[in-house]
C-alpha cells in the first residue's frame, strides 16, 4: 500500500513541477512580446520597475546558464527554427532555452537525489531514480515547447479563413497587396494577435527594402504552419504571373473552410470508436453492477445454503 502511496505522491509532485515551469518559463511568452524582452507598456502598481528589472537579471542568469550547454550549429538552427514556429524570436531565445533545459535536469536530479531514500532502499533505485529525474527535466522544455508549437500553428490556421475574407475584400476595393496585408494586419489585431504578427512582420521587411517574393516566403517558413504555406505560394505564384489576387484569395478561402468542415464531420465519425472502450470499462460494469446484482445476491442466499446441504 506504501509503494502506490509514493507513487502517487511523486505523481503530484511531478504534474507541480511541470505547471510551475509553465507558469514560470513558457507562460512568458503570453507577457512578453518577445522572449527575454518585456511589453512596452506603462508602469502600473501591480508591475514595478523593480520587478521588471529583476526579471531581466533571471532572463541574463539563464542565458549564462545556456551559454555553458554545448551544442552544434545544426542542433541550434533546428532549435532556433522551433522557437520561431512557438513565436520565439528574440537574439538571445535559444540561449534562454538551453539554460531553462539545464536548470530543469539540475533541479529535477537535486529533487531525485532528495527523495530518493523515500522511494527504495535498493541501492540501485538510488542511482536509477535520480538520473530518471533528471532526463524528464531534460525532456520536459522540449515537451512544452513542442505543445506551445502545435497550439500556436492551430491557432494561426483556424485565424485564417478570416483573415482570407478581410484581404479579399481589401483587394477588391482597390488596395494592393502590400496595403491589403497592412490592413487586414491593423483590423484584426485583436481578435487573432498571432497572425497579426506574422503579417506586420512581412510588411515591415517589404517596407525594408526587401522583395515581395522573398517576405512571402519568409513568412511561410516562419510561421511554420502548412495552410499558410500554401498561402504564401499562392501569393508569389500570383505575383510573378500577374493573375487576380482576390479569386485565388476567395478559392482558396472557401478550400479552407471546406476542408475544416471534413475535419469536423471526420472527428464525428471517431466518436463513436472512441467510446467503446469508456462504455466498457466505466459504464458496462455499473449497468451489470445494478441489473445482475441483485439476482446475484438472491443466488449466493438460496442457492448456497441447499448446495451445502446436498
Do not use: W
Amino acid at each position: 500500500m506504501s509503494i502506490y502511496l509514493i507513487i502517487a505522491f511523486f505523481m503530484v509532485l511531478t504534474v507541480a513541477i511541470a505547471a510551475f515551469g509553465y507558469q514560470r518559463y513558457a507562460r512568458p511568452g503570453q507577457v512578453y512580446e518577445r522572449l527575454g524582452e518585456p511589453v512596452i507598456e506603462a508602469p502600473t502598481a501591480g508591475m514595478p520597475e523593480e520587478g521588471e528589472a529583476r526579471k531581466k537579471r533571471e532572463f541574463k542568469i539563464i542565458q549564462r546558464v545556456g551559454d555553458l550547454m554545448p551544442v552544434s550549429t545544426d542542433e541550434s538552427s533546428m532549435t532556433r527554427t522551433m522557437l520561431t514556429h512557438a513565436g520565439y524570436r528574440s537574439d538571445n531565445a535559444v540561449k534562454i532555452y538551453y539554460g531553462i533545459r539545464l536548470l530543469s535536469t539540475a533541479g529535477m536530479a537535486l529533487l531525485g537525489l532528495t527523495f530518493r531514500n523515500v522511494v527504495s532502499d535498493s541501492p540501485s533505485i538510488h542511482v536509477i531514480f535520480p538520473l530518471g529525474m533528471a532526463l524528464g527535466g531534460f525532456i520536459l522544455p522540449n515537451f512544452m515547447l513542442e505543445k506551445k508549437i502545435k497550439k500556436r500553428l492551430e491557432t494561426l490556421r483556424l485565424a485564417l479563413p478570416d483573415a482570407l475574407d478581410l484581404m479579399v475584400i481589401a483587394v477588391e476595393a482597390g488596395l494592393g497587396l502590400d496595403q491589403a496585408i497592412q490592413y487586414v494586419a491593423t483590423e484584426l489585431r485583436n481578435a487573432h494577435k498571432e497572425l497579426t504578427e506574422e503579417f506586420v512582420q512581412t510588411n515591415l521587411e517589404m517596407r525594408a527594402g526587401k522583395r515581395r517574393m522573398d517576405a512571402l516566403k519568409n513568412l511561410g517558413e516562419r510561421a511554420g504552419e502548412p495552410e499558410l504555406k500554401k498561402l504564401t505560394a499562392i501569393l508569389i505564384q500570383n505575383d510573378r504571373f500577374g493573375t487576380s489576387i482576390a479569386e485565388s484569395l476567395r478559392q482558396h478561402s472557401d478550400y479552407m473552410r471546406v476542408r475544416r468542415r471534413q475535419e469536423a464531420e471526420e472527428r464525428a465519425a471517431k466518436v463513436g470508436v472512441k467510446l467503446v472502450f469508456p462504455i466498457f470499462f466505466f459504464i458496462l460494469p455499473a449497468m451489470m453492477l445494478v441489473c445482475a446484482g441483485p439476482g446475484v445476491l438472491a443466488v449466493c442466499k438460496y442457492l448456497l445454503p441447499l448446495m451445502k446441504g446436498f
